[in-house]
């Protein structure tokens, strides 16, 4: 048996595993690629990231980033309500005008509550 977040039991078990039981060759691949990509999460204005981070997060969603497994493109996933939907921004993308882009749809979310 297991406790949930609000504190009462589950019964469920599973027999499934999550995840990836061999990563192996995915973390040598992306070592051996090459990493010239002009877009970086870790070079973005790091205030237009948060100010995406927190008005998702005051609408009730979260947000993912990440990079494809070829390194070729960024990505940013939106969570919301049940809803998701991946953006993706190629390699050479300006990362500061995709974040401000993002940031002006969420303020029309925001606006619509």
Known sequence: MSRRVDG??????????????????RLEAFKAASGDL???????DAASLQSVIVAMTRLGGAITI??????????????????????????????????????GKLDLLQDMQ
């Open 8 to 25: 009462t039991e589950s019964t469920k078990t599973s027999s499934k595993r999550r995840g990836s039981v061999n990563n192996r060759k």
């Open 38 to 44: 002009e877009a970086d999460w870790g070079n973005c």
């Open 66 to 103: 990440g990079l494809s497994r070829d390194m070729g493109a960024h990505s940013m996933t939106l969570l919301l309500d049940g809803d998701r939907e991946t953006l993706w921004f190629n390699g050479n993308a300006n990362l500061d005008d995709e974040l401000l882009a993002v940031m």
